[in-house]
C-alpha cells in the first residue's frame, strides 16, 4: 500500500505542481504587495514515526503571528490579513504542502499533521495515527471543514479543540486509516475538491 501510495502522490503532485504555477505566483504576488513580508509561513508539525518537519503554507497572517497570539486560529482572528482572508477561504494558503508531498514528507491523504504541543497530549492508541505520513486533506478535515467558526462560538477555543474535536478527528482518521486504499484516497480527495467548489 505504501508503494502504491506514494506512486499516486507523485503522479498527483508533479502535474499539480506545473498546473498551479500561475496560482502560485499570483498569490505571492498579492502577499508581497501587502505588506512586504515574506511569502511562505513554515511551522513545525510531527509527521510519520513522530519525526518533526517543517510544513509549508502561504502567509495569511502578520509576520511573527506565533509570538502574537494563540497556536489556534479562530474566526475572523485579528493576526489575518486581508489577503490570507481570502486565500484561507479558498483554501490557497494550503496549496504549497504539495512541495511536502513532493519530497515525501506528507502524502496528498492522510491525517492532518499537529504542532509538537497538541500531540505531546496523545494517548497510546491516538498515537497510531503517527504510524502513517501525514497528508493534505482527510476525512476528518472534510467534515470539519468549518472548525475555525465552531471554535470562535467557543468561550475557550483552545480546551474545546483538544477535548472535543482533536479527539474525535483522531478517531475519524484511525478508523479511516484501518481500510485506506489509493481508491479510498481519491474518493477523500474529491470529496474535498466539492467542499472547496461550493
Known sequence: MRLGKRVFDLLCTVPGLLALSPLFLAAALCIKLEDGGPVFFRQERVGRAGRPFRMWKFRSMVVDAPRLGAPLT???DPRITHVGWWLRKLKIDEFPQLLNVLWGEMSL???????????????????????VAPGITDPASVKYRDESDVLAASPDPERTYLLEIMPEKLRINLDYQAHATVWSDMLVILRTLRVLLR
Open 109 to 131: 491523504v492522510g491525517p492532518r499533521p499537529e504542532v509538537p504541543r497538541f500531540v505531546a497530549d496523545y494517548t497510546p492508541e491516538q498515537r497510531r495515527v503517527l504510524t
Open 74 to 76: 479562530v474566526g475572523r
